[in-house]
């Protein structure tokens, strides 16, 4: 038994364990990597941006013009950066985070980030009037692109086929790993996209250090800005309201406690939120489709509060298929999805009769559009472009 034991552990300890080296790397002297989110709990007045550049911090600000304001100069504002030098295991570089409150809604802005002398190109932002009725976003899981992938591709694609798009979701693992090679591969992926419409992602298990204990490096958070000012201790959680929509970000990759600490937080939200449409993206399912008692924790800590509290919709990644299941015991359905966009299959076992459809083998995403009382979501593959699968929920309220 013990030698049985001893072999598995063996064979796991890489999985469980091992960290790819990181290469040295000098950032750019000028800015690169600028990626737009969203900034506080309104998601219509309020943004960021970050970017990278240089290994020591300088003065730095967004330039940005209202494009629907007659005052001239005064539709052009500086908005002053914060930056932070982070030192990673082979490297050195400094991230800038810029926050943009009160902006009007309905307006279009162009903007571009500044570091000393140095400036990016233009970008532009539209924002959404409040009082609009409808809702549309882009969802994927795991992306995790190979250097050199195809995920830009992708998406590119996914956004041309759906223009109406406002934002973009991810369930985790935007990332392969967490060394400056593979965000340069995540910041190819979301380039023409990333700087115009708001990313929002939650973290994946590689987005972790691995160890016996995971760690998840500041860097990520200096990149996805929004939690700078939202974690609950070391836990990445955020919570965005967009017109009748409240999106809820977890991080279920933490140990029991921390996992906890973010039970409460998650409840304290679902209680004081008067949206019509509440969506939770967690990166493991609740519902697994590789065995019965995987993410057993994870259901335990959440699942209840997902169904008391009338949850819609619960975006999830880190197993690599598309599999969707609705629970109809509710006041309204409840559909669990899981999903994902990697070159990176894996063995599924689905318990039976635990989901209502499957499709292995396939790197899809999915498309959520909520008009005033139904949501409707359509998923695709994302290599064909072909419909694989499609439902509407009416809201309960």
């Known amino acids: ?35 737009l989110t969203f900034g ?17 911090v300088q003065t730095s ?45 309905g307006h279009t802005y162009r903007y571009r980030v500044c570091t000393g002398d140095k400036k990016s190109e233009w970008h532009e932002f539209h924002l959404p009037c409040k009082d609009e009725h409808e809702t549309t976003f882009i969802y994927m899981g795991d992306i995790q692109d190979s250097i050199g992938g195809i995920a830009n591709q992708l998406l590119k694609e996914a956004f041309r086929q ?29 380039d023409s996209i990333g700087q115009v419409v708001p990313v929002l992602t939650v973290t994946g298990n590689h987005d972790y250090l691995k160890g016996v204990i995971g760690q998840l490096e500041r860097r990520f958070s200096l990149i ?14 955020f919570t965005v309201r967009y ?14 406690f921390h996992l906890w600490t973010q039970r409460q937080w998650l409840e304290e939200h679902l209680t004081k939120s008067n949206t019509k449409w509440k969506i939770v993206v967690v990166h493991h399912p609740l519902y697994s489709v590789r065995g019965e008692t995987n993410n057993l924790i ?36 409840l559909i669990y999805i899981i999903s994902h966009c990697s070159p990176k299959g894996y063995r599924i076992n689905p318990p039976e009769g635990r989901f209502d459809k499957i499709e292995k083998d396939i790197r899809s995403y999915q498309k959520v559009r909520i008009s005033c009382d139904t949501l409707f ?21």
């Open 61 to 105: 600000c967004v330039e940005l013009i209202d494009l629907n304001s007659q005052l001239v100069p005064q539709n052009r504002q500086l908005i002053k950066a914060s930056g932070e030098v982070f030192e990673s295991r082979s490297g050195k570089a400094t991230y800038y985070v810029a926050r943009m409150r009160g902006l009007n809604a």
């Open 224 to 237: 996805h800005s929004y939690y700078l000012d939202s974690m609950i201790g070391e836990n990445q959680v």
């Open 40 to 56: 506080d709990e309104d998601g219509i007045k309020s943004r960021n941006v970050s970017w990278m550049c240089g290994e020591e």
């Open 243 to 256: 017109k009748d929509v409240q999106l809820f970000c977890l991080d279920s990759n933490r140990e029991f």
């Open 1 to 35: 038994m013990l030698v049985a034991v001893g072999g598995w552990c063996a064979s796991r300890w890489d999985v469980w364990f091992h960290n790819p080296e990181e290469a040295p790397y000098t950032p750019s002297s000028t800015p690169t990597r600028v990626l």
């Open 377 to 397: 979501l359509t998923a695709y593959d994302a290599v064909k472009g072909t419909l694989i699968d499609s439902l509407c929920i009416p809201s309960s309220r």
């Open 298 to 333: 994870q259901r335990w800590m959440f699942d209840d509060l997902i169904q008391k509290y009338g949850v819609n919709v619960i975006l999830q990644g880190h197993e690599h298929a598309y599999a969707r299941r609705i629970s109809d015991t509710l006041p309204s359905s």
């Open 162 to 190: 759906n223009p109406d798009a406002e934002f973009f979701v991810c369930g985790g693992d935007l990332t392969e790993r967490p060394t400056d090679a593979y965000w340069g591969e995540t910041f190819a992926s979301l």
